[in-house]
């Protein structure tokens, strides 16, 4: 028996790299995957979300300086674009359910996600960088908001793109 995997490439069922499934059959799976990753990260979203909504009521608001009070508004905005995009595969979805697109569904809501969790760390970086001016210095949360930005970064994708890297890295050292 003949199939083809992902990438368009064909092998025999015994012969095949990796798991033994048809397009649909990865694309059903890495939707799952997919769904379950959205779960995790939503739910911290909508917690950080929530929290920033509720800033503006809060009595200490009045006092904040105009540049705080804007840094307040970009990261509420910030916080609604990462909750759009990290919604948005779920909207893909539904839109294009019973269509026969899994595959480029899979893909575009792939693509959406990796916007969120860009989208996320902006958020991050606004909030933290919001809440440390508030309760000290700016100049001592400038230096805390780029070095978590910058953990973000090798944790959320350096380390990530290592790991592929390696994993379709020659293994005789080529």
């Known amino acids: ?35 379950q990753e959205l779960r995790v990260v939503q739910t911290g979203v909508q ?28 990261t509420v905005a910030l916080g609604a674009a990462t909750t759009g995009a990290l919604v948005g595969p779920v909207s893909l979805h539904r839109m294009l359910t019973g269509r026969r697109l899994k595959p480029e569904t899979v893909v575009w809501a792939s693509r959406l996600t990796v916007m969120g969790l860009v989208l996320l760390v902006c958020t991050m970086a606004a909030a933290l960088l919001l809440v440390l001016r508030v309760a000290g210095g700016s100049t001592a949360a400038t230096w805390i908001v780029a070095g978590m930005v910058a953990w973000f970064g090798v944790a959320w994708f350096v380390l990530p793109a290592v790991a592929r890297h390696h994993a379709v890295a020659p293994k005789d050292g080529r």
């Open 1 to 35: 028996m003949t199939r083809e995997n992902g990438g368009g490439a064909t092998y025999s069922g015994s012969a095949a790299p990796g798991r033994d499934e048809t397009p649909e059959e990865r694309a059903d799976r890495q939707w799952a995957e997919l769904l």
């Open 47 to 74: 917690i950080l979300f929530g929290f920033l909504l509720t800033v503006a009521f809060q009595q200490r608001f009045g006092g904040l300086s105009d540049s705080e009070r804007t840094l307040y508004i970009v």
